[in-house]
């Protein structure tokens, strides 16, 4: 049993990264382990978890799962978790609960819990004591290794508990089951080494650490291949790549610029951080018409005092500057969003009046807003939190109001002009219409026949509301 340990998580050592090539691989006898029996992976979070479970169900058809949407027909449920916010954490336990009468039914259920969430002592050592009746968890770290700790679980009838808190490496060759024919995720790193106060991602996923870039452009021309129109390069902290690599002068603006010429028709990229977005890569988005005009630049907060509290490591000043630069070099058909935490420990009404101030100043695209949620272990749940529920939430509204105008506001501006639209699915809101995004992230439902999905098509806007366009076909 291997139980996840933080003060080994938090550890940074000058250990050389390595990049393993051969470590997936499914004993004989577990090759036909999953045959006649039905999975179902229940995903929480980022993209980067959503692309962990693509891995994951990858693995498992590899032993001849078959995949199930449902999942009370399973016979092998995974949660893959999310650990950022409190909310995450209780919808996971939440669906435990449900999970658990299930398995009172049917007797032959096997459920495993993966993710960020798996990578905490408090939730393993709670699963040890109030989940026995659960089968097995794994880490982030351990992924590949799923194939064993099931051929482990098989043989001892117990629970499971395999999670790996180390640095961690690169594995390649990992299968992955892709949720759509048309977009993929490509993680590009892995980690983070930022340790901003209120984060539990550089305990959850180790240190930061880059693909090679050879490995990197090898899936991306084999996505092209496969008739691939969109690749979104993942990682905590993208514009960090290369920062680890010790023999070779290659950042991220060389990896866009590589991807770009790839031929792919659409590139991003996420999550940024404000400190490592250098100019050398706002003039290569600028220079690749395929590179999409839409930038993720979460702030966090409008006030110096509070960013410097979180350990963010830049100014309500120089992220303006950047913001400018960012605008000034691609234009005002840029969309750009943010992620905003409000209620942070220390933050008074000033403090919430300048973020505000910033969102003014901004008229951001949109922007993920988060009430401030202490994650055990972090710095910044040993801080005094000083700001009550009820005026967090207050500051939430406010801050609510004024990003939702600006985002009315940035989609108005697209009526009448025709876009660009990757179309993806039957929409949503109405299943006589499709659905797709723009290259600048922006939702679009267009009256069109289902051929056109997973085309890129000319799309006239002729109506907005504050988080989608309705269009019709500009052909």
Not at 224 to 239: A, R, S
Request: glycine residues 6%; hydrophobic residues 35%; neutral net charge.
């Amino acid at each position: 049993m291997k139980i996840p340990d933080f003060k080994e998580a938090k550890k940074r050592t000058k250990e050389e990264i390595k990049i393993l090539k051969n470590e997936y691989n499914i004993p004989d006898d577990m090759k036909d382990y999953g045959k006649n029996k039905k999975y179902f992976v229940k995903t929480y979070g980022c993209q980067m978890n959503e692309h962990d479970s693509e891995v994951i169900s990858a693995i498992l058809e590899d032993m001849k799962f078959t995949k199930t949407d449902y999942y009370e027909d399973a016979d092998l449920i995974i949660l893959n978790t999310c650990a950022i916010r409190e909310n995450a954490h209780n919808k996971t336990f939440g669906m435990l609960g449900r999970i658990k009468h299930l398995k009172q039914e049917k007797t032959n259920l096997m459920v495993g819990l993966a993710g960020c969430m798996s990578q905490e002592e408090s939730v393993v050592n709670e699963i040890i004591d109030k989940y026995k009746w659960m089968d097995f968890v794994f880490g982030t770290h351990n992924i590949h290794k799923l194939p064993e700790i099931l051929k482990e679980h098989t043989k001892s009838k117990k629970l499971e508990v395999n999670v790996w808190s180390n640095e961690g490496n690169v594995i390649e060759g990992l299968p992955s089951k892709r949720d759509s024919k048309y977009k993929a995720w490509v993680n590009i790193m892995y980690g983070c080494d930022k340790f901003c106060t209120y984060c539990i991602v550089p305990y959850t996923r180790g240190k930061q650490r880059s693909r090679m870039p050879e490995d990197i452009i090898d899936e991306v021309k084999n996505l092209v291949k496969d008739g691939y129109k969109e690749v979104t390069l993942l990682g905590q902290n993208v514009n960090a790549y290369g920062k680890d690599f010790k023999e070779k002068d290659y950042k991220m603006e060389n990896l866009l610029e590589d991807v770009a010429k790839t031929g792919i028709d659409r590139v991003r990229f996420v999550t940024s951080h404000p400190w490592d977005f250098t100019d050398k890569m706002i003039d290569v988005i600028a220079k690749y018409d395929n590179i999409c005009n839409y930038i993720h630049l979460p702030v966090q907060s409008g006030s110096s005092k509070i960013l410097k509290l979180m350990g963010r490591r830049y100014s309500k000043e120089s992220y303006l500057e950047l913001y400018k630069k960012i605008r000034n070099k691609l234009g005002s058909d840029a969309s750009i969003t943010t992620d905003i935490i409000v209620g942070f420990p220390g933050e008074d009404e000033k403090d919430f009046e300048e973020t505000l101030s910033l969102a003014e100043e901004c008229k951001f695209d949109s922007a993920f807003t988060f009430i401030y949620s202490p994650r055990e272990g972090t710095p910044a749940a040993k801080m005094v939190d000083n700001v009550s529920k009820e005026e967090k939430e207050k500051r939430l509204y406010r801050l609510n109001d004024v990003i939702n105008k600006y985002a009315k506001e940035a989609n108005d501006k697209y009526v009448g002009k025709t876009v660009k639209v990757l179309v993806e699915s039957v929409s949503e809101k109405d299943n006589s219409m499709l659905a797709g995004y723009t290259d600048t992230m922006k939702l679009v439902n267009v009256k069109a026949d289902k051929k056109y999905i997973g085309q890129i098509i000319n799309v006239k806007i002729e109506d907005a509301k504050t988080w989608s366009l309705d269009g019709t076909i500009d052909e």
